[in-house]
């Protein structure tokens, strides 16, 4: 069997992802590939975590494991999705980078079911947005407290990756940017699933019907009817054609309200983050799902 795991980051997807995905664990599950909820496996597999502390779980440990998360008697493909398996919202800065721990922690949860292959998946976001709606999540009161002497202008996703490749050279890694999901939607979907994005799941529309208007969507579903589109770039052509002219302006926009972070450092943030998006793409061992 083959495990993917889609960690995060925090403050990406909220689990659309994974509510689109078990809206159609039936016809999953017809293709060997098997969704679990949540609550099957996110506490089971924190306990395993903290009781393993890297080691490799013995056959007996990992029969277990799995017969409590899985409904099938067998699968090919097991997606587990949680944005907290490598940190904690409030450990993300910590050591003054993004995720200091995701290079063991992905060793680690590569250990739970070592006998198993496994890949991981990883959506970036700009730090400008970032550390912001991550400081919400923490329900932290004081934004200098939270974000703890780190320099938000010094955070590059790059580091992380490379640590994650050197913890784990064995397993494949996707990234893409959060900001280019609605884009890349169904992409993103198919490198979970390993099904073609040709394949139809039921609810592929529904992360875009939060960012467009209805009359959009209408229109939008009406001329992918009629005109199927010929490749995924082409697809990806109409769907930015269509949010450029129904987006909804609340959906995309949004307010930062943190003490010292003016439209200069904003900027600057953005820019680095761009280069950084382009030094990961240029990773022979990452695969970048880019527009």
């Known amino acids: 069997m083959h495990v993917v795991y889609h960690i995060g980051a925090h403050c990406t997807d909220e689990d659309r992802l994974l509510k689109c995905l078990l809206k159609n664990k039936g016809d999953l599950a017809q293709a060997g590939i098997a969704v679990p909820g949540p609550s099957r496996y996110r506490t089971l597999i924190r306990e395993a975590l903290l009781e393993l502390r890297g080691k490799p779980a013995a056959p007996e440990m990992q029969r277990d494991i799995l017969a409590e998360i899985l409904d099938e008697d067998s699968a090919d493909r097991l997606v587990l999705s949680n944005r907290s398996f490598l940190s904690a919202p409030t450990r993300v800065l910590a050591q003054h980078m993004l995720y ?3 290079g063991e922690k992905t060793a680690w949860l590569a250990n739970v079911l070592p006998d198993h292959s496994c890949e991981f998946h990883l959506a970036l976001r700009n730090p400008a947005t970032f550390v912001p709606a991550l400081f919400k999540r923490t329900r932290e009161t004081d934004f200098n407290s939270f974000i703890a002497g780190a320099d938000p202008a010094a955070l590059r996703w790059s580091d992380m990756v490379r640590r ?14 959060n900001e280019d999901t609605p884009l890349i939607w169904t992409e993103i979907l198919a490198g979970l699933t390993g099904l073609s994005t040709q394949h139809p799941l039921q609810g592929s529309d529904d992360f875009l019907a939060t960012l467009m208007s209805a009359s959009g969507m209408t229109r939008m579903r009406r001329y992918l009817d009629t005109h199927p589109p010929k490749s995924d770039l082409q697809r990806r052509r109409i769907l930015a054609a269509f949010l450029d002219k129904f987006a909804l302006s609340d959906a995309l926009e949004e307010e930062l309200d943190v003490p ?32």
């Open 100 to 102: 200091p721990q995701a």
């Open 260 to 291: 010292g972070w003016t439209v200069a450092l904003v900027d600057e943030l953005s820019d680095r983050y761009d280069e950084d998006c382009y030094r990961i793409e240029a990773m022979e061992d990452v695969t970048f799902i880019a527009p």
């Open 164 to 177: 994650i490749r050197g913890a784990c050279p064995q397993a494949r890694l996707t990234v893409w940017c």
